[in-house]
């Protein structure tokens, strides 16, 4: 007798807990990223910039598991109106969440530059392809409304991330 494995179960799935666990393992990931490798036991407090008040309470409902995961002393939610804290590295994880390590004194700028310069181009690269796609012949007869809605989307959340980047920029240059 052959059994089907894995079998999904329709109950346990939970689209909403999904995206919420894909946001704090997004947020883990480019916390610890910022981590430099001389010092991977040591635990920094660190700060995460919320643009979006759905986003800010997932984040406060896991705000001890990011901590722990991430490995930080402390984990601190930041608004959009609050000034980015200094002496911090960034990582951008999506157009409305920002995280940042603090660093005290062991801040490379010209590193946190070259970072938030490689990401900006691989943004700008997606932007420039998705335009170009969206501009070519055809394509709004082609494509079906749903993938044209989405494609809008993505370019408006694209161009949100590259202020952010910008905004990373000159909050860098500032703090030093």
């Not at 329709?10 to 947020?27: G, S």
């Not at 900006?120 to 932007?127: A, D, F, I, S, T």
Request: hydrophobic letters at 35%; a negative charge; aromatic letters at 4%.
């Amino acid at each position: 007798m052959i059994s089907e494995y894995p079998s999904t179960v329709q109950e346990w799935e939970n689209d909403q807990v999904e995206n919420e666990m894909e946001i704090v393992l997004d947020a883990v990931s480019k916390l610890r990223s910022l981590r430099p490798p001389t010092d991977i036991h040591e635990r920094r407090p660190s700060f995460v910039l919320c643009r979006n008040l759905e986003i800010a309470a997932t984040v406060q409902c896991y705000q001890a598991q990011i901590a722990t995961l991430a490995s930080v002393s402390s984990l601190k939610i930041l608004i959009e109106d609050d000034p980015s804290p200094p002496g911090c590295a960034t990582n951008i994880v999506n157009k409305d969440l920002a995280v940042y390590l603090q660093l005290r004194g062991a801040l490379n700028t010209e590193a946190e530059h070259e970072k938030l310069r490689k990401r900006r181009e691989e943004v700008q690269k997606q932007h420039d392809t998705l335009s170009q796609k969206m501009n070519a012949s055809g394509y709004r007869e082609k494509a079906p409304q749903s993938k044209q809605d989405d494609d809008m989307k993505k370019l408006a959340s694209l161009l949100e991330e590259l202020e952010i980047i910008s905004e990373a920029e000159i909050k860098l240059d500032a703090n030093n």
